[in-house]
């Protein structure tokens, strides 16, 4: 199995989840997310199913399909707010 080990960063999103833990995903791959208990957790799975991502990519020989991804705030009028 060929992998490359070069250093890569990925924007992921980490949500609270309304049962408890924390719920991840990173919008790079259709598909790829994980939870845990904790933050710290959450992010652990998230990197392992990250490169699981990146394995399933590399079986098929495609290379991962750089996305656009950012973060943006809007501001609303305080009778919203």
Known sequence: ?????????FPVILEQDETGGYVV??????GCYSQGDT???ALENIR??????LMD?????K???TK???LHLITL???YA
């Open 68 to 70: 656009e991804i950012s």
């Open 48 to 53: 392992e199913a990250t490169e699981l991502c």
């Open 77 to 79: 009028k305080n009778n």
């Open 57 to 61: 990519l590399e079986d098929e020989n």
């Open 25 to 30: 995903t990173n919008p790079a791959f259709e």
């Open 1 to 9: 199995m060929k992998f490359n080990h070069k250093e890569q960063v």
């Open 39 to 41: 933050v710290e957790k």
């Open 63 to 65: 290379t991962a399909k």
